[in-house]
């Protein structure tokens, strides 16, 4: 083995380039065993590192799926992908040593903190000397990979082992120590040899700072010393403490030695969470049309608190709670539904949302029927929604005049007959898609050119609201989760115009 061979050392988003000198010696005996080594841990975050320690030379890493987490020829594993990947430590002709490691999802960082350690990378630190002297140096390059944050300062702490010379008492010239004192007159004995030296181990800590790293940027040149001019360092020994990272409010802190992440805020927390979504003045339209619809006969089986989300700019996502108690679930009618969510510090948001409440007649027993047989409960909303897209268009035939009464019961009419006009089609649209727990609208043409009147839904899919509109046309195209710029290209406007205040913000991407 050649001296000066590179051993690279990952902890936590940190790399650590070091240089160990190797003394050659003889090659080992081939023969058949097992490979002897040892991993740091078996669970590693996406973007972390942990570190497959070889006791047997000349031995070579695998993963058995490297989008899950790869390993470097160091024995390195990084974790990439959430799941379970085994990693291999191989040598020729000897039985290999195999680990299974989990990959675990990276939790959320706060809104306010700008930086976190996975958006960090130490790029070297290697050793250096002064002139002749043999005091031990340091030098690093932070670089912050953060697209916005920037890092106020940035402290890694590592104990090193360190090997310092001892040097003999000195002595008085014409005295020679007898039992811890000294006795004049008597010879004095003779010096050590000056090329013997001897030395005694001892763990130093390092200190490593950058400050002011702003995004996108590297600071270099990052130096610190460690012992005394004549000290010697052994650098297997090296290992990282804890780093601590300065950034916006915040203090956060990795401990190497239980792998957890802390933080200490400098100041005192007096925010609430803020509470989004389908809530509020966003919770129906200009029209006072609601978006979320709920049935009595199902009111043990929803998420209320779908559609919902509170943030805080510390803890980052917070669990929200749904009050249901102002529902009267036996008469149908219009009810505020509560949310709440609380931080850490106790500061606790509230909000409400417009919901109707239906009780299921024969409507909703027709509309059982028929998505039982085209969608399943499992299915995405979007796959549910295209899927009832189809089944409308497939077995429902288009008629000039029909009776525009309540939607629910124009649905019914519509699915007895098979046919109706556009507004027939809204609501069949409406029940199948408001049955199987998707928000929608009605959405009419505005204005009316010559008194030509038109319907179709605007669907909540993906978090955005889309067009759904299942009336036939002589071009056959399929208005099925369209966006404005869609409508828009096929008539420049004519047939889908609308007075766009009165809706919710429609999505932009197409899907």
Known sequence: MK?????????TGVVLCHTILMVPGAAPEVRAKTVKAGISAKKVKI??????????KNVSYKSSNSVIASVDKNGVVTGKKEGKVEISVIRKGDTAKKYTVTVKKRARKPASLPVTFSEISLKEIKKQTVGNAKQPQYQIRVTNHAK???????????????????????VSPGAVTVGG?????????????????????????????????????????????????????????????KIELYTGKALYVYDAATNRYTFQWGTKDTKAPVITGLVKKNSATGNNDIYRVYYSDRKNSYNFRQFVTAKD??????????????????????????????????NTAKSWAKVRVYVPGSAESAADQILRSITR??????????????????????????????WRQAALKGLRYNSGDCYTYYAISRLLLTRAGIPNVMIKR?????????????????????????TPRQRREEFCLWTDAQLWNYSSGYTFQFKRSAYPERATKRI
């Open 377 to 406: 409960s499992s299915w995405s909303d979007e796959r549910k929604a295209r899927a009832i897209y189809r089944y409308i268009t497939g077995h429902c035939s288009y008629v000039q005049h029909s009776s525009h009464i309540q």
């Open 313 to 346: 700019d510390r803890d980052g996502t917070v669990k929200i709670k749904a009050d249901t108690s102002k529902i009267n679930w036996k008469k149908q009618g219009v009810y505020k539904l509560w949310f709440s969510a609380t931080d850490h510090a106790g």
């Open 446 to 470: 505005y204005p009316t050119p010559g008194g030509q009147r038109h319907f179709w839904n605007l669907t909540y899919i993906r978090g955005g609201w889309y067009h759904f509109d299942t």
């Open 181 to 241: 004192t000294e006795a004049s007159g008597a010879t004095q004995s003779p010096a050590p040899s000056e090329n013997k030296v001897t030395y005694r181990n001892e763990t130093k800590k390092v200190t490593l700072t950058a400050k002011n790293i702003k995004a996108g940027k590297t600071v270099t040149a990052v130096r610190a010393g460690v012992g005394k001019e004549g000290d010697a360092i052994s650098l297997s020994n090296h290992s990282l403490v």
């Open 148 to 170: 916005k944050g920037k890092v106020m300062r940035i402290v890694y702490h590592y104990k090193v082992s360190v090997k310092i010379p001892v040097t003999p008492a000195p």
């Open 47 to 56: 973007g972390s590192r942990i570190r497959i320690k070889a006791k047997t």
């Open 3 to 11: 001296a000066g061979k590179m051993v690279v050392w990952m902890i």
